[in-house]
T-cell receptor, first 112, second 110 residues
Framework: DAGVIQSPRHEVTEMGQEVTLRCKPISGHNSLFWYRQTMMRGLELLIYFNNNVPIDDSGMPEDRFSAKMPNASFSTLKIQPSEPRDSAVYLC??????????FGNGTRLTVT | SQQGEEDPQALSIQEGENATMNCSYKTSINNLQWYRQNSGRGLVHLILIRSNEREKHSGRLRVTLDTSKKSSSLLITASRAADTASYFCATDDGGNQFYFGTGTSLTVIP
């Protein structure tokens, strides 16, 4: 079990650039979650998928954020255009039926 | 916000001492879970307690739940330097909505 894999681990970009974060969930898990973590706001759920279908995206801050899950083994979170206030750690998690959340190690995003 | 709160925000103890962290939440729950996060890493699940349970043990961890007070506590006994991390509680309503607390930063001094 390789765990949830996120890439890149660190991303530094300039304001206005497009950022794409990637996540590979644990094989067999049917739910995938994207969280944003900051000191000020803690852990915020952005969106989650069940069986590759977006179920709740009410946490997505604004239209600059989009997420896709084209298949059971891959998801992306895209920010276009990025802004300095998007700087945070973005965590991906997956879970199977009746299991706890399994988190990746996150992507630390810095937008200058 | 349905987000819970941990108390204290930060805790520093000597190795071998016990560490107690508290969590308060706002809505009815199905389960309450505790997670640990080491610096620069993701969260790792520690223990789950169901709403009809009052206490649960796992190794050096002891969790209590008081649904009437909407609160839970996590006790780590005989702490070790390796226990240094942030600890979060998370509640769920039985579905896929998890509400995380603000976390307690624990430092265990060798």
């Amino acid at each position: 079990d390789a765990g949830v894999i996120q890439s890149p681990r660190h991303e530094v970009t300039e304001m206005g650039q497009e950022v794409t974060l990637r996540c590979k969930p644990i094989s067999g898990h049917n739910s995938l979650f994207w969280y944003r973590q900051t000191m000020m706001r803690g852990l915020e759920l952005l969106i989650y998928f069940n069986n590759n279908v977006p179920i709740d995206d009410s946490g997505m801050p604004e239209d600059r954020f989009s997420a896709k899950m084209p298949n059971a083994s891959f998801s992306t979170l895209k920010i276009q255009p990025s802004e300095p206030r998007d700087s945070a750690v973005y965590l991906c998690a997956s879970r199977g039926p009746n299991s706890p959340l399994h988190f990746g190690n996150g992507t630390r995003l810095t937008v200058t | 916000s349905q987000q819970g709160e941990e108390d204290p925000q930060a805790l520093s103890i000597q190795e071998g001492e016990n560490a107690t962290m508290n969590c308060s939440y706002k809505t009815s729950i199905n389960n309450l879970q505790w997670y640990r996060q080491n610096s620069g890493r993701g969260l790792v699940h520690l223990i789950l307690i169901r709403s009809n349970e009052r206490e649960k043990h796992s190794g050096r961890l002891r969790v209590t739940l008081d649904t009437s007070k909407k609160s839970s506590s996590l006790l780590i006994t005989a702490s070790r330097a390796a226990d240094t991390a942030s600890y979060f509680c998370a509640t769920d309503d039985g579905g896929n909505q998890f509400y995380f607390g603000t976390g307690t930063s624990l430092t265990v001094i060798p």
